[in-house]
């Protein structure tokens, strides 16, 4: 085994694919310590400065005191506090869904979904820019499992025509997580139901950022729960906590709390968290000034970017790639940030397809403008 396993480094070590872990030694934020160090952070996904918001530590630390910190079992168990049964609904009443059901993370609230869903008898189509999570929760669910081109209509229609499965899932990001970009939801909707399918929809970067009181991309496109029946968010990213949450009707709802293993089998998270939360909730929805904050700090780099000559790719959200294209290249540029002390990912296959190596940039509403002209100013200095 040990052999085996050393080759298989050696040879993602060889192609410039190695991944490592920075200890980060600071609370999440537009400057961070790691390692000892004062860095310049564009690659959190904090997109609202919530995590280290004092509101949302008062109201953890408040909740850990009076139920603890691990919730001990099961939802369905003895695990399902009175502070996640009050976050469920709140994030049913803010996403204008009947009812929403929590995960323990974004993965298993789409591993947990699909495979509650479907079985052998039904099909599924992906987007092939979806994100792992989804990927595995189509494979792993039996059903016939294909991907449609990206963000092509007439792609998916043409499988779908073809289809005789009992039931048909359609399933799309709605930010793509590495090229920042929309999936085009309503006409997604549109065509599903042409075909008698369901549209599911991972929100893990709409969520918070998305719509103009925050409730993500069922507000932004003005879907009802009719139209997009499985929606999926995360509470890790814009909301700055942690965990996941899936909202629909009360039928589907209820057959996730009945047929989901993810939920089913596993301990749900603290009620300290699910606290937090709920203040984080009422955050996006109250300060809208932070996603007004966001989308001119997205603007500017955009522009600055732009008059640099850098390749952005087309993106109005948080998450604005540089597509570099080479491992190596990649790494060279983001060792050169990062030695002038800014982080930013360097994304490489598998994440993204060959070729198409990147820099992930992501922006903050706490960024400050001249943050944000420091990351322009060392960008320029790596592409001189």
């Not at 139920?67 to 609904?89: F, I, K, M, P, T």
């Amino acid at each position: 085994m040990e052999q085996a396993l050393k080759a298989a480094l050696a040879d993602r070590k060889k192609d410039k694919l190695f991944r490592y872990r920075k200890t980060l030694e600071s609370a999440q934020g537009p400057s961070v310590i790691v390692e000892g160090r004062e860095y310049l952070a564009f690659c959190s996904n904090d997109y609202l400065g919530l995590a280290n918001h004092p509101a949302v530590i008062k109201a953890f630390r408040d909740a850990a005191n009076h139920y603890g910190v691990g919730s001990g079992a099961s939802h369905l168990v003895c695990g399902h506090s009175q502070e996640h049964h009050l976050l469920e609904e709140a994030l049913a009443e803010f996403t204008g869904r009947d009812r929403a059901i929590l995960f323990s993370s974004g993965y298993m609230a789409n591993l947990g979904t699909i495979n509650a869903l479907l079985d052998k008898s039904d099909a599924i189509f992906e987007d092939r820019l979806n994100h792992a999570s989804l990927l595995d929760g189509g494979l792993l669910s039996g059903a016939r499992f294909q991907r449609f081109l990206h963000n092509d209509c007439s792609n998916l229609e043409s499988r779908l025509q073809k289809s005789a499965a009992r039931r048909k899932l359609v399933v799309a990001d709605s930010v793509f997580s590495m090229d920042g970009d929309f999936a085009p939801l309503p006409e997604l909707a549109q065509v599903a139901q042409r075909h008698g399918a369901w549209l599911m929809a991972d929100d893990a970067h709409g969520f918070g950022v998305l719509g103009q009181r925050g409730a993500g991309c069922s507000e932004h496109f003005s879907l009802d729960q009719t139209q997009l029946p499985v929606l999926m968010g995360t509470l890790g990213k814009a909301l700055g906590t942690y965990g996941a949450f899936v909202a629909g009707s009360e039928t589907l709802i209820e057959t996730l709390i009945q047929f989901s293993r993810n939920y089913i089998y596993t301990t749900a998270l603290p009620p300290a968290v699910a606290a937090a939360t709920r203040v984080s909730l009422v955050l996006v929805e109250e300060e809208s000034w932070r996603r007004e904050k966001l989308q001119a700090l997205i603007s500017r780099f955009r522009q600055g970017a732009l008059q640099l000559g850098l390749a952005l790719m087309d993106s109005s959200t948080p998450i604005q790639p540089i597509i570099i294209g080479s491992a190596e290249k990649t790494l060279q540029v983001s060792a050169q940030l990062e030695s002038a002390g800014i982080l930013v990912g360097a994304i490489r296959p598998p994440t993204v397809a060959e070729g198409s190596a990147r820099l992930r940039i992501t922006i903050m509403a706490e960024h400050s403008e001249a943050q944000v002209d420091r990351l322009l100013s060392a960008l320029d200095d790596c592409f001189e």
